[in-house]
């Protein structure tokens, strides 16, 4: 089913919350309406949107805002381990990851919580606690407008990287993705190593027994997702905590910790607008590091430690850091301001915030840390 909105009213629409209008908002429920959509005569630019989680409209879209509004999921075991899921691009990711956990499936628990829809997952790549959507993507349904036909894009194809993919690039413009088929596993598989999440498992100090662990909430998903196969059923993995001894874990003890750790430091965007993190984590050369290391230990005396992480291609030094270390936890421009808690994320601190507040505090924090540091932070949230 096609619906459509003219001069429609985005707020509701986009987690900044912006008041801006598009000259039409269009939603498709089903994948066969794409075919028949006439493109040509849609005010343009096409714009497709997911949850609106990852944008700031910047002033009113002179064109077509296209919701995927598909909502449908199909399981099928590929094997006694794995098993797929497929999930319309309009499945909101968290009510995916919750049903999983449920299941006690392994694969995207480290993920929970992510605000966004599954369509957007497949073209932002995107990631928290050591682990992307490309780790568990098997593969995706699109609508090409290019030759107008649906294709099955291979992820191995998708060029993906930190917050990147050829749909943000090469492809822009070029395929609505219409479904993404995910590779779960029954085998435990749990990643732990990203800082914070062995400690907030542990700190739960929640030793589950095995069996006991209680399916956590499935949220708006319920009832959307397929019941249980007859598989093997949840495994656990025993993991050694130093502290503690051994923990059994199941995927929901996982997200359970991870939703901790969200809830503690993210805003939830129910309550405060926001895009999530702001500014991508920027990577630079060892000497760069050494320099920034320099300014660091002139701040904060001979043995301070600049937090970062070794990537391949040089450090990963976290925006968060050099946001807090040039003073910007809390500061307001209008009705924007950095949140407290994350310096990466700005929001929308007075419910009225204009496009305007938001990008003039942006241009503080990017100056600031070009000024102190040498590095340009690009934005993550994409402007439109
Ligand atoms: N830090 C500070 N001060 C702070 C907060 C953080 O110095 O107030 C430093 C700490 O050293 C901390 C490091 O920054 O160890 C990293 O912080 P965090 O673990 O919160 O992660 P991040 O790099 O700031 C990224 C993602 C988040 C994701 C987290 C966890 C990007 C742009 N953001 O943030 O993703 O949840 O890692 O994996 O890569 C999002 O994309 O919207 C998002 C929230």
């Given at each position: ?6 001069n ?9 919350r ?6 039409l908002?269009?939603?498709?429920t089903?994948?066969?309406?794409l ?9 343009q ?9 990852n944008?700031?409209?910047?002033k ?7 919701h995927m ?5 199909e399981?099928?075991?590929e094997?006694r381990?794995?098993e797929s899921?497929?999930?319309?691009a309009g499945?909101v ?27 957007a ?6 990631g928290?606690y050591g ?8 593969g995706?349904?699109a ?13 191995a ?13 090469e492809w822009?413009g070029?395929?609505?993705i219409?479904a993404?088929t ?18 907030a ?26 019941k249980g ?9 025993e993991?050694e ?23 503690a ?10 895009a ?9 050369s060892?000497?760069h590091?050494?320099?920034i290391?320099?300014?660091a ?5 001979p043995?301070?430690?600049?937090p970062?992480?070794e ?9 968060a ?11 307001r ?5 950095v949140?407290?808690?994350q310096?990466?994320?700005i929001?929308?601190a007075?419910?009225t ?13 990017i ?18």
């Open positions: 089913m096609v619906t459509r909105y003219d429609c009213d985005l707020s509701g629409r986009n987690t900044f912006m008041k801006v209008k598009c000259a908002f269009v939603e498709v089903a994948e066969e309406d075919p028949v959509l006439d493109w040509d005569a849609l005010p630019p096409v714009l497709v949107m997911g949850g609106g989680s944008l700031l409209f910047t009113d879209f002179p064109g077509t805002v296209l509004a598909i909502c449908h999921s399981r099928s075991e094997s381990s794995e899921v497929t999930c319309g499945v990711f968290d009510d995916f990851c919750a049903w999983a956990a449920s299941e006690g499936l392994w694969g995207p628990e480290n993920l929970s919580l992510i605000p966004g829809e599954v369509g997952s497949a073209v932002q790549n995107i928290a682990v992307e959507a490309k780790d568990i993507i098997s995706i349904r609508w090409d407008r290019q030759e107008a036909c649906f294709v099955d894009i291979d992820p194809d998708c060029a993906y990287g930190y917050r990147t993919s050829k749909f943000k690039t822009k070029r395929f609505v219409t993404v995910y590779r779960l596993s029954r085998t435990p598989q749990p990643r732990l190593d990203y800082g914070g999440v062995r400690e498992l542990e700190e739960s100090g929640k030793v589950p027994v095995p069996g006991t662990c209680p399916p956590p909430d499935m949220g708006r998903g319920r009832g959307l997702f397929p196969m007859g598989g093997a059923g949840t495994e656990r993995s993991v905590f130093p502290g503690t001894g051994t923990l059994s874990l199941a995927p929901g003890d996982i997200r359970d910790a991870i939703i901790g750790i969200r809830q430091k993210l805003p939830a965007v129910e309550e405060l607008g926001s999530g993190s702001f500014f991508c984590n920027p990577v630079v060892r000497e590091f050494e320099r290391v320099a300014t230990r002139e701040d904060n005396g043995d301070y430690q600049v970062h992480y990537v391949g291609d040089g450090i990963k030094v976290p925006a850091w050099m946001i807090e270390q040039c003073g910007f936890k809390g500061a421009n209008g009705g924007a301001q949140y407290q808690n310096p990466l994320v929001v929308n007075s419910g915030a204009s496009p305007q507040d938001i990008i003039g505090l942006e241009n503080q924090v100056q600031a840390i070009a000024q102190k540091y040498g590095i340009t932070l690009h934005p993550e949230v994409e402007h439109v």
